[in-house]
């Protein structure tokens, strides 16, 4: 699935409660941040908020984000 994807379902999944589409927005927000990243350098919350908040247009809780980041594997940029 898209990153792109996976954003657009997570906005317009009305079975999703409100912690579960932060976590796909978060985990979406982290991978797309990532690959527009270096590989040896992970994305910052404050980059990960931002990008949210700038191209989802929904804000992230940084401990969401953080969650995300912590449970990303490497190899998911």
């Known amino acids: 699935m898209t990153r792109w994807r996976e ?13 579960e589409r932060q976590a796909v927005l978060a985990r979406a927000a982290v991978r797309l941040a990532a690959d527009r990243g270096t590989p040896e350098r992970q994305p910052t919350v404050e980059e990960v908020v931002t990008l949210a908040h700038e191209e989802f247009g929904v804000p992230l809780d940084a401990g969401q984000v953080r969650s995300a980041l912590d449970t990303r594997e490497p190899t998911d940029g």
Not at 7 to 19: E, I, P, S
């Open 7 to 19: 954003v657009l379902t997570a906005l317009t999944d009305d079975t999703l409660d409100a912690v």
